[in-house]
């Protein structure tokens, strides 16, 4: 009996240790590429990075697969960069488009796709990930020079373009592929769905040792979403039927969609005070959803579920590597008293992801009670009330602009699919035979449901009392219309 139990210690330690070597590396930020410069570009400079493999697509270099932050290790190896003479002529491309800012180079990462004939982004599930794959250009611009280039190309028109941009926030895993889907569907609007531009931008102001000036930030982030609404709004043929004389007019306005990843949100007082003229939106769903729905797409896996049955996750997924800087970075009220309990040592990763939750959803309330976001949308009301939830929307933020109403069922090839296809980040909560959505959580432990409980219970009151419906909702119009 003892040799058994010594045996099955040995094996349950040479097990653990081979994980967390596993995890270990998994954990460690990717090594500079070949080719990449080491030094700040400096700010009027623009190069050119010269790929070995120019013809090839990009490969993400993050943990996390497909899903990686864009990075313009990307790309790599490199063999040499070589100075840009003509940066106008770059961003004036209608190929060309920003895809990330790199904090080791302090330069705006900006890409040469395939022909727009070839390659269009607001068909794409996420645009960094059909960036990535079509770009075979890689340039880096200083931000003086991006900013400069971006106001010589706008000549003074970056208000006019900005009013067509709609920006959306969520708690992420809350429908929000499905509303940028949805919009993306509609007559005269273009959906862009996580341009990473935002995410990097969000993680260098938040840098824990190297904090990108907030001004600095606030100006790229405007210039790129300049660059984002002129592209897509000069490569796109917007066209609306003319009633009156059935005739095909060009569209006078065109609305562009603009969906971050979730925990953008950490800057969103930031990113609205850089474009006020655009509109901003909020999604958001129920939380013990919401966290079902992250650990199911994410943390679905076997060795996950190893390390959660021993209550090793904490320390080997959660406390090692990027993961921990990044949650601090994201979400700041990770570490307020009110907050330090052991439910989250209990739930592991499982806990962290709940504290994105309330993080954005804390933010939202105070970016709705202040002015900064325009109105907030429930996951149920999206799904229930699908087009009538569209309508709404476009009534209540472009008065008069969308004359001809979303008619029901008329997206229903949107509603009727899950909105990630068949990318490794598709709902797990839905048998995708049937159809049918699970009534109960899918990786969630029993045990872990009062635990997040506790966490919730520390909401800001407003939030709690509310019963975690935000301010500004489009609900009630909703509920009569549906009558």
């Not at 209608?94 to 800012?101: A, C, F, G, L």
């Not at 984002?228 to 059935?246: F, Q």
């Not at 709902?427 to 959580?441: L, M, P």
């Not at 997040?452 to 800001?460: A, E, F, P, V």
Request: glycine letters at 6%.
């Amino acid at each position: 009996m003892p040799e058994v139990m010594l045996s099955f210690g040995v094996v349950t330690a040479l097990v653990v240790g081979g994980l967390a070597t596993f995890i270990w590396f998994k954990n460690q930020k990717p090594t500079q590429a070949a080719g990449v410069p080491t030094e700040p570009v400096k700010g009027e400079a623009c190069i050119e990075l010269v790929r070995v493999n120019e013809n090839s697509s990009g490969n993400p270099v993050g943990p996390l697969g497909d899903e990686s932050l864009a990075d313009v290790r990307d790309f790599g190896p490199f063999s040499s960069t070589r100075p840009v003479s003509d940066p106008l002529a770059i961003l004036k491309d209608p190929n060309s488009s920003v895809y990330t800012y790199d904090q080791a180079t302090q330069s705006v990462v900006v890409v040469m796709q395939q022909s727009t004939d070839e390659v269009e982004d607001s068909t794409a599930t996420f645009v960094y990930q059909e960036q990535r794959t079509n770009a075979r250009r890689v340039f880096l611009f200083g931000v003086t020079s991006f900013i400069n280039t971006m106001k010589q190309l706008s000549e003074g028109q970056e208000d006019q373009l900005l009013e067509k941009v709609l920006v959306v926030h969520s708690t992420g895993r809350c429908g929000s592929t499905l509303l940028s889907k949805a919009l993306g569907a509609a007559h005269l609007v273009r959906s862009l769905a996580e341009p990473d531009i935002y995410s990097a931008i969000t993680l260098a102001m938040n840098h824990k040792n190297d904090k990108l000036d907030k001004d600095v930030g606030a100006s790229i982030l405007r210039f790129a979403t300049v660059h984002l609404a002129r592209r897509i709004t000069i490569t796109s043929s917007a066209v609306i039927p003319n009633t009156a004389n059935m005739e095909t007019v060009v569209a006078e306005a065109n609305i562009v969609a603009i969906k971050t990843r979730s925990w953008v949100m950490s800057i969103a007082h930031e990113l609205a005070a850089a474009l006020p003229e655009s509109k901003t939106i909020f999604l958001y769903r129920d939380p013990m959803a919401v966290v079902d729905s992250f650990c199911a797409a994410f943390l679905n896996n076997p060795v996950t579920k190893f390390l959660r049955a021993w209550n090793l996750d904490t320390h080997l997924i959660m406390k090692a590597g990027w993961m921990q800087e990044f949650i601090d970075a994201v979400a700041p009220i990770y570490k307020e008293p009110r907050f330090q309990v052991d439910a989250l040592d209990q739930l592991g990763v499982v806990g962290n992801i709940a504290m994105l939750w309330i993080s954005g959803m804390e933010q939202a309330y105070e970016c709705l009670t202040d002015g900064t976001f325009d109105c907030s949308l429930r996951y149920k009301e999206l799904v229930d009330y699908k087009e009538d939830m569209l309508n709404e929307l476009f009534d209540q933020l472009y008065p008069g602009k969308f004359p001809t109403k979303l008619a029901r069922g008329q997206l229903s090839d949107v509603f009727s699919k899950d909105a990630h296809g068949d990318a490794s980040t598709a709902s797990a909560r839905i048998d995708h035979k049937t159809g049918v959505v699970a009534k109960e959580t899918v990786f969630l432990r029993a045990k872990d449901a009062p635990l997040i409980g506790q966490l919730l219970s520390q909401c800001k009151p407003e939030i709690l009392e509310a019963e975690f419906q935000l301010p500004l909702s489009l609900l009630t119009d909703l509920i009569e219309i549906g009558k």
